[in-house]
């Protein structure tokens, strides 16, 4: 899991650093994974998630609610890594875990 967490860490850093990943709008403020409620799901949105999960920052139930991208009534960095993996392009919807091959190294 140390590894994992480290994984997702280096992978935020450096989509950050190139100014994220925006798959574009996608609506209301309940979009799954969309943690900022900008409208779109972006690497920010996987850094609160992750920031949260290391309880560095804390998330409205709300933000709780966007960011819980596995559906299991938790936000850590797995949920972190499923909006990586939606942003780049690995997987396809944030609605349906495991609905998708890109799921396959998460559950």
Do not use: H, P, W
């Not at 280096?10 to 989509?15: E, M, P, Q, R």
């Not at 409208?39 to 999960?53: I, M, N, P, W």
């Amino acid at each position: 899991m140390k590894r994992l967490n480290i994984l997702v860490s280096i992978v935020i850093v450096c989509a950050v650093a190139l100014g994220g990943f925006a798959l574009g709008a996608l609506g209301s403020s309940s979009i799954a994974g969309d943690v900022d409620f900008d409208g779109k799901v972006t690497a920010e949105d996987a850094l609160l998630v992750l920031r949260a999960s290391a309880d560095l920052d804390m998330l409205t139930a709300e933000q709780r609610k966007a960011a819980d991208v596995t559906y299991d009534s938790k936000v850590n960095s797995v949920d972190a890594l499923r909006i990586l993996l939606y942003i780049s392009g690995n997987i396809s919807d944030l609605g349906n875990i495991g609905s998708e091959e890109g799921d396959d190294i998460i559950i």
